[in-house]
T-cell receptor
Framework: GENVEQHPSTLSVQEGDSAVIKCTYS??????FPWYKQELGKGPQLIID?????GEKKDQRIAVTLNKTAKHFSLHITETQPEDSAVYFC???????????????FGQGTILTVHP | EAGVAQSPRYKIIEKRQSVAFWCNPI?????LYWYQQILGQGPKLLIQ????????DSQLPKDRFSAERLKGVDSTLKIQPAKLEDSAVYLC????????????FGQGTRLTVV
């Protein structure tokens, strides 16, 4: 089955700096790669996603890049703010045919702390 | 629009007892998922429903876990009997359909087995 590795497990940055979180996956059939933000006591919230026919996607301060050949994808947050502090999870969909976007294998998570 | 609703928010039980969790998905969402999130880990899929049918329950420990979605809307997840290692947050998610639609998560139910 699919295996998703996420690094680093913790990341501490100063407000205004950039943060980068990297993930690798094992199943070449996966074609959907979302990133979720989870705040304390809440469920994961989708912040950005990318499909395998796209190499990069950007939404304001957040961007995701995908390298299908190397089977890795990354989350980039620019101009970080204290409210960006949370646990971030990458995920990949392991379904045969890759069309079930809620059926996900998650990484282990990255605790991001943004210091004012 | 209203999000995915789950109850209860917290539950503490003794090992070998039974427990049930309830989920009400976003209105109109045909696909429903239950995930287990152990502290410090990413969520792990337990079961996926499409309307009231099971699509994938390959990771559900069927000797003690069961789930149903009788009318294709609300769903319940049951554990009987509970073990200490079942302590986790149980997340419900829903999506509009099985194909090419993102999943939205509820706040989860935190289960502590003592």
């Amino acid at each position: 089955g699919e295996n998703v590795e996420q690094h680093p497990s913790t990341l501490s940055v100063q407000e205004g700096d950039s943060a980068v979180i990297k993930c690798t996956y094992s199943d070449s059939a996966s074609n959907y790669f979302p990133w979720y933000k989870q705040e304390l006591g809440k469920g994961p919230q989708l912040i950005i996603d990318i499909r395998s026919n796209v190499g990069e996607k950007k939404d304001q301060r957040i961007a995701v890049t995908l390298n299908k050949t190397a089977k890795h994808f990354s989350l980039h947050i620019t101009e970080t703010q204290p409210e960006d502090s949370a646990v971030y999870f990458c995920a990949a969909n392991p379904s045969p045919g890759g069309t079930s976007y809620g059926k996900l294998t998650f990484g282990q998570g990255t605790i991001l702390t943004v210091h004012p | 629009e209203a999000g995915v609703a789950q109850s209860p928010r917290y539950k503490i039980i003794e090992k070998r007892q039974s427990v049930a969790f309830w989920c009400n998905p976003i209105s109109g969402h045909a696909t429903l998922y239950w995930y287990q999130q152990i502290l410090g880990q990413g969520p792990k899929l337990l079961i996926q429903f499409q309307n009231n049918g099971v699509v994938d329950d390959s990771q559900l420990p069927k000797d003690r876990f069961s789930a149903e979605r009788l009318k294709g809307v609300d769903s319940t997840l049951k554990i009987q009997p509970a073990k200490l290692e079942d302590s986790a947050v149980y997340l419900c998610a829903s999506s509009l359909g099985d194909y090419n639609t993102e999943a939205f998560f509820g706040q989860g139910t935190r289960l502590t087995v003592v």
